[in-house]
Structure formats: C-alpha cells, structure tokens
C-alpha cells in the first residue's frame, strides 16, 4: 500500500511536475539555422563556429548564405509568428534597422550561457548584438608614389591625388561613410551632415574612382590605378600580400570602427540553442579562423595570445590604438540613409 509520500510522488509523475520531465519541453532540434554570408566567409564559420556547436551540442548548424544583409532583416520580420531562422550575423551598420523593425531579440550579457562575456571588450557587448571580430576604417596609401604620408583625414583631399583617389560606391556597407568623416576632416562633429556634404563636393570635384565593393577597392589599390583610398586595416596586408607597396595609417582624430557581430532571430524556437551559438562565436580559439583567412582581431581580447607572431602583428590593435576607434552612431545614420544616398548620388551625378 503506498504511503501519502509515494502517492503525492506517483501524482507528480503522472502530472509531468517534479522532477519528471515537462511534458511541455521542446525536444532538442536536429539543427538550427543561421543567416551569414557566404564565401571564405561561411567557410571559415563552419570551421570555427559550427564543427564545434556540432561537437559539443549535438545539433547541426544550417547556415543561410544566400540573403543579402537586408534581406536577412526582413526574413526575420516575415517569419516572426513562425520563426524559421535562429540567428543573424550583420555588420554594425545594419543593426539599428534589425533592432527598429524588431527583427532581433534582446540580448542579457550576464546570462548563464554567455560564459565568454569576461574577455570580451566591452564596447563590442551591444543590446541586441555582440560583436565577433573587428577592424579599423583608415587610409591606405602607395608608399612609392606618395612621397608625404597621409597622418589626418584631411589628407585623403589633397589636390595631387586627383583622380587616384578609391572610396566605396554608396551601396557598399561603409558607402556612406564618407560623411561623417567628411565632417571630422573639416573640424566638425561626425554628425554634422552639411559639413559633411560640403566635403563630399570637394571630393567630387577630385574625380575619385567609386569602387562597387571591397574587392574593387582592394584591385585599385593593388594596381596603382589608385593611390589612395579608405580601406580596413586587415585588407591593407591582403593587398601587401599581392606586391603592392601599401601601409595603412590610423588618422591622428581617430579610425573608424567597424565590426561584424551575431544576434538573436525574434521568435526563435531555440533560445537557449542560439544563446550557446553566440558564445561559441566569441570563444578566442574560434575566432582565429577569422584571423587566418582576413586578418580580423577577435572581439575576445585573448584570441590575440593563439596567433603566430607574424599573424599576431597584422591583427592586432594596441588598445591605445582601440581607445582611438570611433564609434559612428548608427542609428542615426541608418535613420538618414535614404536622404543621404539621394542626395550622394545627386552629387556624383553632377560631378
């Protein structure tokens, strides 16, 4: 006959109460799905980041290479009631968008899964996102033919660079990115649009080469079809590595941080899963893949201690060097992208 004990734990079990298993918990998934780009890109994720999610989690990571970065946005908006999609990758830029049509989950940097978060600069935490790696917009310039080295952003206007100078077409992600630094070579505030674009008009006038995308800026370089330009340090050593005479200088007012960084699909099915997945992209041994394949620093401070000393002197930021990163507000550039790319095109249009 059981005792009141037993009868109150035979009920339990029945109920799916206690220590029983819910009967409401979601099994495991087989796999969960992420949005990024494709490429040596995806490759080196897979490498780094999904092997070892697989190894540990027992569950396959499905990425989606095939969505452009806003296209991923509103994949997320329209799947919401039904998530299909785990999480996202994006750059900095897109983020403000994602976080304003509440594409993404809200992140807690003190959560139980995140076990990382200790070495991680802080400026790289964000509320919806938490960046991988990072690296520096500044001016990439030919050691040969530039007999006096650029030291400010103002350099990038000077007269004999005429028509060697390469900056990105306004669609690429740092396209509009010459305004704000238009403002700072003229003394002002980042955010100060009319000195900016008074800039920008002075630029015109100096006949630039407009480069698509960042491999576009990169041949330019490489040939000598350009002489100048704005480019990430990390790819300053891509082009060194083709034979082109280049260096790469961190402007005296500061470079420009740019960072590329994993959140949350809103409506994901697997939380905890996802949670786990951005952990693994912030461990300092997966992101040395990233630094092999494009000389990008690790946003974990200690990834720098895995890396050969060769490898360690091309990714490395000094952190007097990343005290002097500026960070651009993107929410309100992401707020005046459609204005400031009418009215960029408008100026390259009357060139």
Known sequence: MLNRRQMLKAGAAALGVGHAPSAFAQPQPDSIAVMTWGGLWGDSLQAGVDSKFLQQHGVRVVQDR??????????????????????VQLHDGLWP?????????????????????????PRMVHSHWIAQIFSAVGLCYNTRE??????????????????????????HSIGTYIVPIGA????????????????????????????????????????GEAVIGL???????TIRDRGAPVEWVLPREGAISISW?????????????????????LDAQTQTHFARAFNYAGSNRRMLDLLDPKLRERVQLSDADIARLIDLDHAFMSQNRTAWTDRWNRAVAGR
Do not use: C
């Open 231 to 237: 480019l990430y340090k990390s790819q300053t050593f």
């Open 97 to 121: 968008l994602a976080i304003a049509q509440d594409a993404v989950e809200p992140l807690d940097p003190r959560g139980r899964n995140l076990t990382h978060m200790a070495d991680v600069y």
């Open 261 to 281: 960084g994993t959140g949350i699909a809103k409506g994901t099915k697997h939380r905890d899963l996802a949670e786990k997945y951005i952990d693994l992209t």
């Open 146 to 171: 530039v007999k006096s080295p650029p030291a400010a952003w103002a350099d990038l206007w000077r007269p004999e660079f005429r028509g060697r100078i390469v900056l990105p077409e306004v669609s």
């Open 184 to 223: 700072i070579a003229a003394g002002k505030d980042a955010k100060d649009a009319e000195a900016g674009f008074d800039m920008f008009q002075r630029m015109v006038k100096l006949d630039p080469i407009f480069a698509r995308d960042t491999d576009s800026m990169m041949s330019a370089l490489t040939t």
């Open 66 to 87: 095939g969505s452009s970065p806003v296209e991923r946005i509103a994949k997320m908006r329209v799947n919401a009631g039904n998530q299909l999609f785990d999480l």
